[in-house]
Every structure is written in structure tokens, then in C-alpha cells.
């Protein structure tokens, strides 16, 4: 049996509030942390091959970063959260004990 929703209780959702968030095609987290990895490197190595180098490797990262988002625009951010669940096992009282809460 389908259920039936009344027109008044029924918004149009744009396409856009399920677009995933991405900044030039690529996740906004990964391409800054290849721009500050490539800004270091251009500093770090201050010729003009140093500098041409870190500015081909941008442009190498972010393409491979659009490649990534295209197959999946979450990627990165799922990885993350992937890594709080790393334990071996769940305890009732937390593995470290904070100094205030140990008198």
C-alpha cells in the first residue's frame, strides 16, 4: 500500500542541495593540503625549476584529485571518519586518562 502525501506537506528539493561540496572538482581538504605541500616545495627549492616543479606537481595533483572526486566526491571524508573506528575493541572508560579527572 503506497501512502499518499498531501501537496502542502511537499517542497521541490533542488538538484544542488544533493550535489557533494566540491571545490574545483576536487575535495576542498585534499586540494589545500596539495597547494600548502606545493607552496613548501616552490619555497623550499627557490630556482625557477624548484618553483616550475611545484607548479607542474599542482597541476598533476589536482587533476588525479578530479579523477578521484568523479568516482567518489566523499572519498576522503569518509576515510577520515574511518579512522576514528580503528580500534580493536570498545571499552566502557576511555584509553587515556586525563590528568583532572585522575584525582
Known amino acids: 500500500m503506497e501512502i499518499q ?3 502542502q506537506f511537499c517542497a521541490p528539493i533542488r538538484q544542488s542541495a ?12 585534499a586540494l589545500m593540503l596539495a597547494l600548502v605541500l606545493c607552496i613548501v616545495i616552490g ?19 589536482r587533476q588525479l584529485l578530479q579523477e578521484m572526486a568523479q568516482k567518489d566526491p566523499h572519498l576522503i571524508a569518509v576515510h577520515h571518519e574511518s579512522q576514528r ?3 580493536g575493541f570498545w571499552t566502557a572508560k ?9 584525582r
Open 43 to 61: 619555497y623550499s627549492v627557490p630556482t625557477l625549476y624548484g618553483i616550475g616543479g611545484a607548479i607542474l606537481l599542482f597541476l598533476l595533483l
Open 5 to 7: 502525501i498531501p501537496a
Open 85 to 87: 573506528y580503528r580500534q
Open 18 to 29: 544533493n550535489r557533494p561540496h566540491l571545490l574545483v572538482g576536487c575535495e576542498p581538504t
Open 94 to 102: 576511555p584509553s587515556r586518562v586525563y590528568w583532572w579527572r585522575a
